[in-house]
T-cell receptor, first 114, second 113 residues
């Protein structure tokens, strides 16, 4: 059973618009949550990690929230650029240490058009 | 900067063929991982290791072997490849500390005909 669900599956926005990506999960325990960006044909690159029960992070035009009570996270991208075209993957870690398992979502494919 | 490299980047083989995928990291990380990525699925862990000579079974290990020869090098072996193993394979490395980020290689696309 899929434990990390991302929505929407795909999204098209115009350059300059904002967008919000959603991640719902059922992983227990939920130690931390990380968002990755995956450019086509390339590996995953970390954008941010959220750890606290109710957490917020900001990394340039990317900001993220986590609510562990709701088992829900969002990734906001402000003023999108063409280079933001990629797949964004939500990953939930069930432990803080490297011995824990990572549970990967299938990703949201974002396409930014001129 | 952290660096994880994989070779080959693309590989085509036939059913029953023997394939070795290579991964090298220059991060001095103890932990290394092999994942497969299939359309509509999240990455799935095949095998991982926390040091030279150590191997741990992941979530989808059937049909795969792995060897960690040094801290830097981790290999994934498919001894009798099957079409169901057609996939995009990623290697990653990480430190052992809490919330340590996994650094991913560029991936190897394997096609089994």
């Amino acid at each position: 059973k899929t434990q990390v669900e991302q929505s929407p599956q795909s999204l098209v926005v115009r350059q300059g618009e904002n967008c919000v990506l959603q991640c719902n999960y059922s992983v227990t325990p939920d130690n931390h949550l990380r968002w990755f960006k995956q450019d086509t044909g390339k590996g995953l690159v970390s954008l941010t990690v959220l750890v606290d029960q109710k957490d917020k992070t900001s990394n340039g035009r990317y900001s993220a929230t986590l609510d562990k009570d709701a088992k829900h996270s969002t990734l906001h991208i402000t003023a999108t650029l063409l280079d933001d075209t990629a797949t964004y993957i939500c990953v939930v870690g069930d432990r803080g240490s490297a011995l824990g398992r990572l549970h990967f979502g299938a990703g949201t494919q974002l396409i930014v058009i001129p | 900067e952290a660096a994880v490299t994989q070779s080959p980047r693309n590989k085509v083989t036939v059913t029953g063929g023997n394939v070795t995928l290579s991964c090298r990291q220059t991060n001095s990380h103890n932990y290394m991982y092999w994942y497969r990525q299939d359309t509509g699925h999240g990455l799935r862990l095949i095998h991982y290791s926390y040091g030279a000579g150590n191997l741990q079974i992941g979530d989808v290990p059937d049909g795969y072997k792995a060897t960690r020869t040094t801290q830097e090098d981790f290999f994934l072996l498919l001894e009798l490849a099957s079409p169901s193993q057609t996939s995009l394979y990623f290697c990653a490395s990480s430190e052992g500390r809490n919330y340590a980020e996994q650094f991913f290689g560029p991936g190897t696309r394997l096609t089994v005909l």
